[in-house]
């Protein structure tokens, strides 16, 4: 059963930046397309950006730019750079993978991200 353990979040003010890391356990990684979504208070779960085996990566308009989602194979690890941040990108921030063949999605429990002076 996939494990993902979401670590690196916390309090920073505007313009600064984070990096959130996502550990993964439980079975192959490189199978597995991994992401990362968030969710603001009110609102529902957005994608946030998404990177598959190879690295090839795709993000959300509204951070293109200001973030980078990058992966070690080595360390089934994933990661969030996050640069550039504003209030608006304050949110619980989940980690995701998504097996490249079953389409079964498993979920980290989350880690809070608050941007704010």
């Known amino acids: 059963q996939v494990q993902l353990v979401e670590s690196g979040g916390g309090l920073v003010q505007p313009g600064g930046s984070l990096r959130l890391s996502c550990a993964f356990s439980?079975?192959?990684?490189?199978?597995?397309?991994m992401g990362w979504y968030r969710q603001a208070p009110g609102k529902q779960r957005e994608f946030v950006a998404t990177i598959a085996s190879g690295g090839s990566a795709v993000y959300a308009d509204s951070v293109k730019g200001r973030f980078t989602i990058s992966r070690d194979n080595a360390k089934n690890t994933v990661y969030l750079q996050m640069d550039s941040l504003k209030p608006e990108d304050t949110a619980v921030y989940y980690c995701?993978?998504?097996?490249?063949?079953?389409?079964?999605?498993?979920w980290g429990q989350g880690t809070q991200v608050t941007v704010s002076s």
């Open positions: 439980g079975s192959i990684f490189t199978i597995y397309t």
């Open positions: 995701n993978a998504r097996h490249q063949l079953t389409r079964v999605v498993s």
